[in-house]
């Protein structure tokens, strides 16, 4: 075994997790230990062709031949090795374990282990106690501030149509082929950072954004990407 590679591949796995607001746990076997903290914020999302947003029956966007909306909680988690609170995305049966432990432990006492298995679109997530909160982590705990769920992973009402003249075949405006290209890249990423990166650059859809911040919107989509949100539902894009 060539340790040098080994280490430098630790390293960036580790960079790699630490590198945002989510979770992510990109490999089989990637695992996280924290506490959870605060309520969670549920709601059902769909992907409208050009971002996730929270499901709105009135809206005829919402209403694409073969989709139906998914379902996804966004709960706050304290990283102790990171001394950090962080984000934590699920889907409809890791949530279900979660309220498992909640009922049988208690979430404030303790401290758990999510870990991913499997790739791709066969992938689960396992949730167990790792160990109970001793004094000096509830003093974290207790002056650690809570992420805002709502505003972060997208809480806010669907955006809504744009006119006629769409910033698409507007001058100055990102063109058709461009906004394609970053849609696709977009697809794999979670829901509340699409959503977030969208707030970000003061735009409610790709192709609202304009030519000038193209390249470093791009740079921030390829920094996103290489994880995947802790989802145990089939990705319809993949």
């Keep these: 075994m060539n340790t040098a590679w080994e280490s430098a591949r630790g390293m960036a796995q580790k960079h790699n997790a630490n590198g945002g607001l989510?979770?992510?746990?990109?490999?089989?076997?990637?695992?996280?230990v924290g506490?959870?903290?605060?309520?969670p914020y549920p709601r059902e999302?769909?992907?409208?062709?050009e971002r996730y947003e929270t499901y709105d029956a009135s809206n005829p966007d919402h209403h694409v031949e073969g989709?139906?909306?998914?379902?996804r909680v966004a709960l706050n988690f304290y990283v102790p090795a990171e001394n950090t609170m962080k984000v934590l995305e699920v889907g409809t049966k890791t949530f279900k374990d979660i309220l498992q432990c909640r009922e049988k432990y208690t979430l404030e006492g303790w401290t758990f282990e999510v870990k991913?298995?499997?790739e791709g679109t066969r992938t689960t997530y396992s949730v167990l106690p790792e160990r109970q909160v001793d004094d000096v982590l509830r003093a974290?705990?207790?002056?650690?501030?809570?992420?805002?769920?709502?505003a972060i992973a997208g809480g806010r009402a669907a955006s809504p149509k744009p006119s006629n003249d769409a910033p698409a075949t507007t001058p100055g405006y990102i063109d058709a082929p461009t906004a394609m290209r970053i849609i696709g890249q977009l697809k794999a990423l979670p829901r509340g950072e699409v959503d977030a990166l969208l707030r970000r650059f003061n735009v409610?859809?790709?192709?609202?954004?304009r030519e000038a911040d193209v390249e470093a919107f791009t740079r921030e989509v390829e920094q996103l990407?290489?994880?995947t949100a802790l989802s145990d539902e089939v990705d319809p894009f993949a």
């Excluded at 979770?23 to 695992?31: A, Q, S, T, V, Y």
């Excluded at 506490?35 to 309520?39: E, H, L, R, S, V």
């Excluded at 999302?45 to 062709?49: C, Y």
């Design 45 to 49: 999302v769909i992907w409208t062709g």
């Design 67 to 71: 989709q139906r909306p998914s379902f």
């Design 140 to 150: 974290k705990l207790n002056e650690t501030e809570l992420h805002d769920l709502h």
């Design 116 to 118: 991913r298995h499997g």
């Design 225 to 227: 990407e290489g994880g």
């Design 35 to 39: 506490a959870f903290c605060g309520d």
């Design 204 to 209: 409610n859809r790709v192709r609202e954004l």
């Design 22 to 32: 989510f979770i992510r746990l990109g490999n089989d076997g990637d695992k996280v």
